[in-house]
């Protein structure tokens, strides 16, 4: 989502419908700090050999594999239970002084939004519709802004005064928020799900516990639960007039500064973990204008983990040109301007605001990510711009923090490895994201 008529920076653009038991386990700590230490960053006048030395996976472009350890995949779907009763135009799903969400109906919107998955037959539908739930919940929180301090009633009726943040609420009508409504529809089966059996919850609270529900489902072991981030009792709009245009275009990490520091309040390792995200899901050229994946394939594109980190990284990244500079991106294996490539029909795909977390685009943006990889021909693995190698941030630069974060979250070098610096770094981002400009919400209860 961005301004009209742009594209956004977190960009799955799930444009299809789809026509939801096992419960996890409960940790009742609180959210911590990470304790993680930081790598020292590489010096950036020699990173690109020790980046292959060091830091990077030995990735071949031309020969995809995919991680020894897969997400388990959800049961088998159950009959979905009758409501107690229907729900009714009065019926105020927020202020029922009853109403309680504890573990077990935590981990049943889990369970049924895994169902909905499951019934998904093909790779590339179910990659649309992981990414899709993500970026729901994500485009409802990102037009959160702190310096925006009055109520949304006491605003002047653009979004100006109104600190906005997750509220059940997006811009139908903006290009920024394209595809969503074939997730979020009265036709689509999450909206039905919601509609059923979990009427008595805000949007807001359902798109953010589908979202965790998809987060733990495609993670590794389903080894990122992020039951203790998540609070209840957000409050729905029906009107944000505004929102969409504070979500970040995919122009440069400025976009990403400005949208997730200055505004969301968080910092660059936030950032950098929330982006981490594009692991899930696809971009569409017909909405978006940006056509691909962030990993190898769509099976992987089903895997919350850190491969977009490993991809950002461990590849030969070349500028793709569009007439339009909004809808210009990144690609990796083929020229990207031979029609007959491989690029056209399946593209890899990076966003200028991937390749910024980690390279600076404005001191060299015609370039290629890694000139010191090559094919055992003795080829270049750049398909264009070899012999110029993009450059990296000086330790003084204001985003030297994003490209450690990058580091940091590689941990070891197979993907399969280790997750832990990723998981810890998207749950407190997630949480922070999530509660932005929350007043009073509820923890999960351990029963109600």
Known sequence: GSRSGTSSSWSHDDNKTWNGSSRGPRDDSSIKKATAVRPTPPSSSSLPKQQQQQLQPKLKPETETEPHTTPTQPHTPQPQPTPLHSPTQNEN????????????????????????????????????????VLRLAAHDFMDYDQTQTSSYMRGNGDGNGDPMGSDGCLDWTSLSNAGLSSIWNEHSELHRLYDTKYYMLSRADFWIAAANAVTRRTSVNMGLDLIDTFYWGRVDREECLGSAERLPTTESCREVEGVFLERMGLEWRDAVALLGAHTLGRGHKEFSGHRGIWVPNDKLAQVFDKRYYQELVGRSWVPRISRDPLKEDWTTGSDPNDSNSN??????MMLHTDICLFYDLDANSNCCTRTDLFKSDGESHCPTEKDNQCSVYGGDHPWREASEAVIEYLGAPHVEDDNDNFYEAFRRAWFKATMNGMGDLKPVAKSC
Do not use: M, Q, W
């Open 93 to 132: 799903n927020i202020d029922n002084p009853g109403a309680c969400i504890d573990t077990s109906l935590y981990y049943e919107i889990d369970s049924d939004v895994a169902s909905i998955a499951l019934s998904i037959s093909n790779d590339i539908d179910r990659s649309h519709f992981y990414g899709g």
């Open 343 to 348: 690029i056209i029909h399946n593209p890899k």
